[in-house]
């Protein structure tokens, strides 16, 4: 047996109960209830906007860690680019005065 109801909102988990209340005819015609039956069941219920809402969350911050990532890695490289040079521009420059050194004590 299966009954659609309608106006309930998914909540991620719902629950639901039904009690079925057996009635019984005689041969007279008379009706007499027996005792009620109650099942509950739980089913899971999550609705596409919480779906879409979860995985925009995860691919943004999945995206976030990415862009974090790539913008250390090219900081890094930045940086060595810049040292290599500093250290290239020095030893050009000692190289320079040495040159001028040894000039200066040839005189």
Same mark, same amino acid.
């Given at each position: ?15 639901? +109960? ?16 027996? +005792? ?13 906007t ?5 995985v ?17 890695? =090219?900081? /890094? ?7 290599q040079?500093?250290?290239? =521009?020095?030893?050009?420059? /000692?190289?320079?005065?040495? =040159?001028?050194? /040894? ?5």
């Amino acid at each position: 047996m299966s009954a659609r109801v309608h106006g309930v909102a998914p909540a991620v988990r719902l629950a639901a +109960t039904a009690t079925l209340t057996p009635l019984i005819t005689d041969a007279a015609g008379s009706t007499s209830a027996l +005792t009620p039956v109650t099942a509950t069941t739980h089913a899971w219920a999550i609705s596409w906007t919480l779906w879409l809402l979860v995985v925009a969350v995860i691919a943004v911050v999945a995206g976030g860690l990415l862009f974090v990532r790539r913008s250390r890695a =090219q900081r /890094k490289l930045h940086e060595d680019t810049r040292v290599q040079e500093a250290v290239e =521009q020095a030893l050009r420059e /000692k190289e320079a005065s040495e =040159q001028a050194a /040894k000039a200066d004590s040839s005189r």
